[in-house]
């Protein structure tokens, strides 16, 4: 592994931090107007769906960080994807568990729970803009470009210098 960092950790770090504290204000809020419409049953279904929401976008992000670790390593993009693909693939195996086990249970009401979700996802959209305006990352990243190629050197070029040309004009 690698202790240089990749040029996207910053941006994936602060989205997830964001998004952690964006999530639990928006709990509260889906939670209380669940509450409000249907008490009990509103507020767990609104606790739960931005619950859901949050813990399924953040394994992409905690996926690829974790990823990122062994950046450097000649196997680095065999890992990386496959990382990101097994992160990928837990979130499906994830939400098919949870949607089964969920399905039918008397103390969801289905309307809060999914629109609870919807409000989880669109939070972390609109974070993920935030963040990618305000951070400067350049076009490209991450690679180190060699000072000269031994064929740009003009055969015999090796021992001159190059000819100085004076600031002023030569009007003779």
Same mark, same amino acid.
């Given at each position: 592994m690698s202790p240089s960092p990749v040029s996207s950790t910053p941006i994936l770090r602060r989205t997830l931090i964001w998004s952690g504290v964006a999530a639990a204000v928006l709990a509260v809020v889906a939670g209380g107007i669940g509450f409000l419409v =249907?008490?009990? %049953?509103?507020?767990?279904?609104?606790?739960?769906?931005?619950?859901? =929401? =949050?813990l399924f976008l953040a394994i992409t992000g905690l996926s690829i960080l974790i990823a990122n670790r062994w950046y450097g390593d000649p196997l680095y993009v065999q890992l990386f994807f496959a990382i990101v693909l097994g992160g990928w693939l837990l979130k499906l195996g994830v939400f098919v568990v949870v949607m089964i086990v969920l399905r039918g249970q008397p103390w969801i009401e289905p309307m809060v729970f999914f629109l609870s979700i919807v409000a989880g996802v669109l939070m972390s959209l609109v974070i993920d803009v935030l963040v990618l305006m305000r951070m400067r990352l350049p076009h490209v %990243?991450?690679? %180190?470009?060699?000072? $000269?190629?031994?064929?740009?050197?003009?055969?015999? =070029? $090796?021992? &001159?210098?190059?000819?100085? &040309? %004076?600031?002023g004009s030569d009007a003779s």
């Open positions: =249907a008490q009990g %049953s509103g507020l767990i279904s609104g606790l739960l769906g931005v619950v859901l =929401a =949050a %990243s991450d690679t %180190s470009l060699p000072a $000269e190629a031994p064929e740009d050197v003009a055969p015999g =070029a $090796e021992n &001159r210098t190059p000819p100085h &040309r %004076s600031g």
